[in-house]
């Protein structure tokens, strides 16, 4: 767990190291950025069907998915990473992270190449992975910075999160005194996407967390208790954020625990080979 004030943007750092369960992983979204700081080979990124694979050496940002990504590994990986909460790459990015949204950027265009090249000496000359996550700890540290709307934008987050998407944005926007239009504006520049868009990737993302892909499962009933519609609305919903019908969701899953139970990864990444 990282230490004050960084537990309130960060939910973990984390060290990976070996052979990925696939060449490619396909991640849908999520309310949660990355910030990689790669020590091996290259790796690729696909942020939608609709656009080229791009080439990460340094590593990469991530800011808030609206749709599924598709990860590339190289044979061995090694890298250091950050799982952030939706607001919490803001205080570290140069630019709003509007821009940024489905757009990742090599770590090099965030943090400019002597700073990164500088960062990624240091965490290869240190020992182990403990003493990797502290510099990475350190680094983040240093670079914190005060951001416009963080308040605002984290306590309205955080009750969205708590009502696992359910909360009425009209409300919490009365709420706080603020008008609809400018809690949405805060939201885009520290987030990247608006409070509703936010709203929906936690009420889908709770919705799927649900899932015991190795028991029967009611889809109308999941739907319903979720909050959607109808059935027809969750599964325009599970494609839109996926690409795929909850039925193939299933049979990708149950791929995954079959061929690799008790993964590390198994909770969210899908195998995109």
């Known amino acids: 767990m990282p230490r004050p004030p960084l537990d309130g943007l960060i939910d973990d750092l984390y060290y990976l190291e070996g052979a990925p369960p696939y060449a490619r992983l396909t991640l849908p979204p999520a309310p949660s950025a990355l910030l990689i700081v790669n020590l091996g080979a290259p790796f690729r990124i ?13 590593g990469c940002v991530v800011t808030m998915p609206t749709r599924a ?7 061995q990986s090694r890298s250091v990473g950050v799982h952030v909460k939706p607001w919490g790459l803001a205080p570290f990015l140069p630019m709003p992270a509007t821009e940024l949204c489905d757009r990742p950027v ?16 240091r965490l290869a000359s240190v020992d182990g992975p403990h003493e990797m996550l502290a510099l990475l700890e350190e680094e ?4 914190l910075c005060e951001t416009a ?26 709420a706080a005194g603020v008008s609809s239009t400018h809690l949405a504006q805060r939201f885009k520049e520290l987030i ?5 868009r936010l709203a929906r990737t936690y009420r889908f993302t709770a919705t799927v967390f649900s899932i ?36 193939r969701y299933l049979e990708v899953r149950r791929r995954f625990l079959r061929e690799h139970p008790g993964h590390a990864m198994d909770g969210w990444p899908l ?3």
């Open 149 to 174: 709307g963080m308040g605002l934008v984290r306590h309205m987050s955080s009750a969205i999160a708590a009502s696992r998407g359910a909360a009425a944005i009209g409300d919490l926007s009365e």
């Open 212 to 247: 015991d892909p190795a028991g029967p499962i009611d889809w109308a009933d999941l739907a319903g208790g979720a909050g959607y519609f109808d059935q027809a609305h969750f599964g325009h919903e599970f494609r839109e954020f996926t690409g795929l019908t909850p039925t």
């Open 140 to 143: 983040l540290m240093s670079r």
């Open 46 to 58: 696909r942020a939608g069907t609709d656009v080229e694979t791009a080439e990460y050496a340094d």
């Open 192 to 196: 990247g996407v608006t409070p509703k």
């Open 106 to 121: 090599t770590l090099e265009q965030v943090w400019g190449r002597p700073a990164v090249g500088a960062l990624r000496d």
């Open 271 to 273: 195998p995109a080979d």
């Open 69 to 75: 990504w598709e990860f590339g590994y190289p044979v």
